[in-house]
């Protein structure tokens, strides 16, 4: 069998995922949200000097404080890095309806685009038309403008 402890040393029962050892089951709410709020930091440890990254206890807890370990005297000292995994799951599901929202309103400019582009050319046609149309005339008005000054006025009195 496999033996877990929590952060303060106290044996816990391993794989107690299973809804029978849990009451009071309602939704977790943290997401996204906070996951933007969280700042990961670059840092080395002050005993060993050795480079590391993570987050700040003292951060985190100003963000959420659910998500971090204190001791009996509720100072911060650390962060449950084992249930940053739940605020995932649900940045990852905001994110992903975001997606989806986005691909909703992609299909609809899609539409809206080829709509229009439809329109556009019935519109390119109808100006060829017109201007072809207005060739035709012109040279009417021309030819009208050339009888007219080769045809003689008569004389006013």
Same mark, same amino acid.
């Given at each position: 069998?496999? +033996?877990c402890?929590n $952060?303060?040393?106290? =044996?816990l029962q391993?794989?107690?995922?299973s =809804?029978?050892?849990?009451t009071d089951v309602?939704p977790?709410?943290?997401?996204?949200?906070? +996951?933007? @709020?969280? @700042? $990961? &930091? /670059?840092?080395?440890?002050?005993?060993?000097?050795?480079a590391?990254?993570?987050?700040?206890?003292?951060?985190?807890?100003?963000?959420?404080?659910e998500?971090?370990?204190?001791?009996?005297q509720?100072?911060?000292?650390?962060v449950k890095y084992?249930?940053l /995994?739940v +605020?995932? &799951? #649900?940045?990852?599901?905001? %994110? %992903?309806a975001? &997606?989806?929202?986005q691909?909703? @309103? #992609?299909?609809?400019?899609?539409k809206? &685009?080829e709509t229009l @582009?439809?329109?556009?050319d019935?519109?390119?046609k109808? #100006?060829?038309?017109t201007?072809a149309?207005l +060739?035709?005339l012109e *040279?009417?008005?021309?030819q009208?403008?050339? *009888?007219?000054s080769t045809?003689?006025?008569?004389k006013?009195?």
């Amino acid at each position: 069998g496999t +033996v877990c402890f929590n $952060p303060l040393g106290d =044996l816990l029962q391993c794989g107690s995922s299973s =809804l029978k050892w849990k009451t009071d089951v309602r939704p977790f709410n943290l997401g996204l949200e906070t +996951v933007l @709020r969280l @700042r $990961p &930091i /670059n840092f080395n440890w002050k005993e060993s000097g050795l480079a590391d990254f993570g987050l700040g206890a003292e951060d985190v807890a100003k963000v959420a404080p659910e998500l971090t370990l204190t001791d009996e005297q509720g100072e911060v000292k650390g962060v449950k890095y084992d249930h940053l /995994n739940v +605020v995932f &799951i #649900n940045a990852f599901k905001e %994110q %992903q309806a975001q &997606i989806e929202a986005q691909d909703r @309103r #992609n299909e609809a400019q899609q539409k809206q &685009i080829e709509t229009l @582009r439809a329109k556009n050319d019935a519109l390119k046609k109808q #100006n060829t038309a017109t201007e072809a149309r207005l +060739v035709v005339l012109e *040279q009417m008005m021309r030819q009208l403008m050339e *009888q007219m000054s080769t045809t003689p006025q008569p004389k006013q009195r």
